[in-house]
């Protein structure tokens, strides 16, 4: 009984040996089928050498106007929002006080003049000291300097427009009372204004003072506002290793305000030629971005089969649907445009161009 035992699992185990040995000789040379895949055919085009950044509207003029001397609220002279040129009156302090102290001061000053007028007559006649005289020629410009400072004390409760510019939100109420410093409403000059963005500190070479640059913004309606960089900073920021610069900008529609966002470009020269490709064609990854190239792949056993090879590349700037490739891809290579998820270097591909990607350098998406 033991021995036709054994003589069993030795007959089912050589079997069951066998079968699985034919399996694994099996699953070795099974070949996946090739995958579906769209290319596109790598092409040079000329781009414009630009620089992009995230910039900033800030005013050249900018103030919240306050209130320089305490008092009460007696006329407001303005509206929010409204555009004011320089000089113009915003609120008026009650001035009835200083008021009736210039009118004493004026008497006193008459006075003074007075009695400095009968002085000056008693010393021709030799009636007089030259003391007195001093002493009434000094009790009159002290008279004249009292009527001076109450007048410019009234001066400085006429609140006025320091420069031409729109104004924000009124903050004060007739009759209310306005201790030195109180807000009234901030005012900003947005003709022109102050662009401040940042650049890496590799492009400082091409910064020049003067150089044109183009504004966009989604406040502008599609349109474009041309400045010129009026400064770079001269300290590069140790956590960023950036440098500010800072442009002006006419804002002739005057849709610019300040602390607004904007995208700034910069022309860096003339036109380079690039390879570009669809974005959709590039692998992202931590270690590198690759592409995958369509050509004639040997297989194991010799045989030659239309497939792919992984090639890392260096990228440049993107455009719309298109990113500039700088190396690794050369002109006229079959590129897979969709479909590079699923596939690893030597995979097979059965090319299927019926819909491509998008692959435009402007696209206007139909919701936007």
Request: net charge positive.
């Amino acid at each position: 009984m033991l021995l036709a035992v054994f003589a069993f699992l030795a007959v089912i185990g050589g079997f069951k040996f066998f079968q699985i040995k034919a399996a694994m000789a099996q699953g070795g040379s099974y070949q996946p089928p090739p995958e579906a895949v769209t290319t596109t055919v790598a092409t040079t085009e000329q781009w414009d050498t630009t620089l992009k950044a995230i910039g900033s509207v800030a005013a050249v003029n900018g103030v919240t106007v306050s209130a320089d001397l305490p008092g009460v609220v007696s006329e407001i002279d303005f509206d929010s929002g409204r555009t004011v040129n320089r000089g113009d009156v915003l609120v008026r302090l009650d001035t009835k006080q200083e008021q009736a102290q210039l009118a004493s001061a004026i008497a006193q000053r008459d006075l003074a003049q007075v009695a400095f007028n009968r002085q000056k007559e008693m010393l021709a006649k030799g009636i007089t000291a030259q003391s007195a005289y001093d002493q009434a020629g000094a009790e009159f410009k002290s008279a004249d300097a009292a009527v001076a400072q109450i007048r410019a004390t009234i001066d400085r409760k006429t609140i006025r427009a320091p420069f031409a510019g729109i104004l924000g939100l009124r903050q004060v109420n007739l009759g209310q009372y306005l201790s030195g410093g109180s807000p009234i409403v901030p005012l900003q000059a947005v003709r022109p204004v102050y662009v401040n963005f940042t650049l890496p500190q590799q492009e400082m070479g091409r910064l020049t003072p003067g150089a044109t640059i183009d504004v966009t913004s989604d406040a502008l309606g599609g349109s474009t506002e041309t400045g010129k960089i009026a400064a770079v900073d001269s300290v590069i920021d140790e956590a960023t290793r950036n440098v500010r610069v800072q442009a002006v900008v006419e804002n002739h529609a005057k849709k610019l305000r300040p602390g607004m966002f904007v995208q700034v470009q910069l022309s860096r020269g003339a036109k380079v030629p690039v390879i570009t490709l669809p974005a959709s064609a590039i692998s992202y990854a931590p270690f590198g971005d690759s592409v995958f190239v369509v050509a004639d792949v040997q297989g194991p056993k010799g045989q030659t089969y239309r497939g792919v090879r992984q090639q890392f590349v260096k990228l440049g700037p993107a455009r719309g649907d298109q990113v500039a490739v700088l190396s690794g891809v050369k002109p006229g290579e079959e590129v897979v445009s969709s479909g590079a998820f699923k596939l690893r270097n030597g995979a097979a591909v059965k090319v299927k161009n019926d819909l491509q990607p998008n692959n435009d350098a402007a696209p206007r998406p139909e919701d936007n």
